[in-house]
């Protein structure tokens, strides 16, 4: 069984910052890519940044400057630091990871409300 738990999510005001983390434990025997995706009401999810095992990150064009993302492998962990926070970056955001149990599989944590305010 695996679980990705995330945390930092809340509310902030336009501008501001804040900082996303996911957990990932179980019975794992490794990870490969860690990211993040979000939903916004009535739209679709995307992709925010993904992060390879080897730590090279790929970013949703339009966000890339404001948001950076990190992983630390001995903790199984992943970050997303975001900066200049816009309103219209409110959404669920949820973690992704691909990960080898007996076999790999992609899971998703359940998610941490980001609300950025006017």
């Known amino acids: 069984q695996v679980q990705l738990v995330e945390s930092g999510g809340g509310f902030v005001q336009a501008g501001g910052s804040l900082r996303l983390s996911c957990a990932a434990s179980?019975?794992?025997?490794?990870?490969?890519?860690m990211g993040w995706y979000r939903q916004a009401p009535g739209k679709q999810r995307e992709m925010v940044a993904i992060?390879?095992?080897?730590?090279?990150?790929d970013y949703a064009g339009s966000l890339q400057g404001r948001f950076t993302i990190s992983r630390d492998n001995a903790k199984n962990t992943v970050h997303l630091q975001m900066n200049s926070l816009k309103p219209e970056d409110t959404a669920v955001y949820y973690c992704?990871?691909?990960?080898?149990?007996?076999?790999?599989?992609?899971?998703w944590g359940q998610g941490t409300q980001v609300t950025v305010a006017p």
């Open positions: 992704n990871a691909v990960i080898r149990t007996t076999d790999w599989g992609a899971y």
């Open positions: 179980g019975r794992i025997f490794s990870i490969n890519a």
């Open positions: 992060i390879t095992s080897g730590g090279s990150p």
